[in-house]
């Protein structure tokens, strides 16, 4: 792949992953919200997304657009404000773009499986 | 601010750049403290008791904000990327700001 | 009027310096450059900027004033020096040659790498091109055809600053235009010279372009239409 096309192949997965993420934002904060009231409880997590399907996948779509939108906007950070090299910048874009996928399914896959 | 950048879309960029690193070094804490649930459910409890400190809500309703930002935010750079142009780009900019504050300001008050 | 002053800070030197202040008669309807060119006739004839017509065609004489960078010759004092003082620069992210002139060999450059240049498909034995002025593609172009290379975008670009091979909002801006000409036979290769990392994806939308272009052109726009094109054309296999 020319860098060209991969420049603008990452800014596309940036702006798609950014639509897809609005969406998601939007019906976080409104479980954040309505979470909030009373106070939050380890119990009430589980009861809500253990073993449900739905929160399931959407935690899923949520976590994986994150893994691809972060790593970008990171890489533009250091191009900008350090000289660090192409090869390095993109190592450490998939340096994050995995932690986010491990730290985030272990909660997500977690938190499901105990309503099982 | 230096002077050629202070104008309110440059606000807008540094705000977005700003809650975004922020989000990013806070997701690896928010996704350990939910996977404390699997085998420590205590010690989430703990951590979420804790949570119920003033300072604590007052420090989350911070978070709330700023993850609205960056989504009204970003929504603002789709419209400007993706979008006819629009010489409203000011009003947009005090629309995203004003949802992410009133955003902060639900949770702040449903945490009461 | 003409018996008041205002103090203005200089700079002289090269990227190394110092400002050196001086009084100047104020004047009705006085311009920056009008300052400026005072200065070198009157109090020190060793100062070193750059103008030619005077009169915001040639866009030669662009200069960073209190912060801001602006054409000087239709810049009025009134307008950016409010509490009555005046600092003047030169342009930022080009290399300085002495005192208010900068070296204007990179901004060019760019435009060169960005393929900023019409490529015709006709040849002398070809009717005139019909062009209508309500065509989507022509008022694209007519919205950013005014540019006088003055540099002011380039300076005023953050994007620019941080890194060295962004193509900058000019030389985009005159990329846009010429994709939406349709006589123009370089699209396929210009897309693919304004992709890359200095291309128009670094764009962050800042918008410093548009708020200080003295043609009230909007680069910023331009840069999106491009964006938007060189996805198509990536999407297509084309890049």
Redesign the interface.
């Known amino acids: 792949m ?4 991969a ?6 997965v940036q ?1 798609v992953t ?2 897809i ?2 969406v998601c ?2 019906v ?2 409104a479980v ?3 979470a ?2 009373g ?4 119990k009430e ?2 009861a809500r997304v253990g073993g449900s399907v739905p929160w399931l996948l959407f935690y899923s779509v949520f976590v994986v657009s ?1 893994a691809l939108h ?1 790593p970008v ?2 890489r ?2 250091l ?3 350090t000289s660090f090299g ?1 090869r390095t910048t993109h190592w450490i874009m998939a340096a ?1 773009c995995v ?2 996928l491990v ?2 399914f ?2 997500v896959i ?2 499901y ?2 309503g099982a | 601010m230096k002077a050629h950048r202070n104008h309110a879309n440059y606000w807008a960029f540094a705000l977005h ?1 700003l809650s ?2 922020a ?2 070094f806070f ?2 804490a928010h ?2 403290v ?2 404390l ?2 085998e420590q ?1 205590a010690t ?2 703990m951590f ?2 804790w ?2 400190a003033p300072l604590v809500k007052l420090l989350e309703t911070g978070l ?1 904000i700023l ?2 930002a ?2 009204t935010g ?2 603002r ?2 419209a400007i ?2 979008l006819a142009w629009r010489d409203w780009q000011k009003s947009v900019v005090a629309i995203t700001g004003g949802l992410s504050v009133a ?1 902060g300001l ?2 702040l008050l ?2 009461g | 009027m003409s018996s008041e002053t205002i103090t203005v800070e200089i700079w002289r030197g090269k990227e190394e310096g110092e400002f050196q202040t001086y009084q100047v008669p104020r004047m009705e309807s006085q311009t920056v450059l009008d300052i400026v060119t005072y200065v070198q006739r009157n109090l020190d004839p060793g100062l070193s900027y750059r103008f030619a017509c005077r009169v915001g065609v040639c866009g030669s004489c662009a200069m960073t004033v209190n912060g801001k960078p602006r054409w000087t010759c239709r810049t009025h004092i009134d307008k950016v020096a409010g509490d009555g003082t005046l600092r003047i620069q030169p342009l930022r992210n080009l290399p300085v040659i002495r005192d208010l002139a900068v070296d204007m060999t990179d901004f060019f450059e760019k435009w060169t790498q960005a393929k900023a240049q019409f490529v015709p498909t006709a040849t002398r034995a070809d009717d005139f091109a019909q062009v209508s002025p309500d065509d989507p593609q022509r008022k694209e172009a007519s919205a950013g055809i005014e540019c006088i290379n003055c540099g002011v975008c380039y300076s005023a670009c953050d ?1 620019v600053a ?2 060295g091979d962004y193509l900058g909002p000019a030389a985009l801006n005159r990329a846009w235009t010429l994709h939406n000409d349709v006589r123009d036979g370089g699209r396929a290769e210009r897309l ?1 010279a304004i ?3 200095g ?1 128009c ?2 764009c ?1 939308s800042h918008q410093s372009c548009f708020e200080l272009c003295p043609k009230h052109l909007n680069p910023t726009a331009s840069i999106a239409g491009l ?1 938007r094109a ?2 198509k054309a ?1 999407l297509k296999g084309e ?1």
Do not use: C
Request: proline residues 1%.
């Open positions: 020319t860098s060209a096309r420049e603008i192949l990452e800014w596309l702006r950014a639509a993420l609005a934002v939007i976080h904060l954040i919200v309505i909030v009231q106070g939050v409880t380890s997590i589980v994150v972060a906007g990171l533009n950070i191009r900008e404000y192409r994050v932690l986010i730290m985030g272990r909660a977690g938190l499986g105990l | 750049r975004g690193v989000l990013l997701l690896p996704f350990y939910l996977g649930a699997v459910a989430l409890d979420l008791s949570t119920e709330v993850l609205a960056h989504m970003g929504l750079v789709l990327e993706f955003a639900l949770f449903n945490a | 994007t941080w890194l693919k992709s890359g990392s291309g994806q670094a962050h964006k060189t996805v990536a890049i």
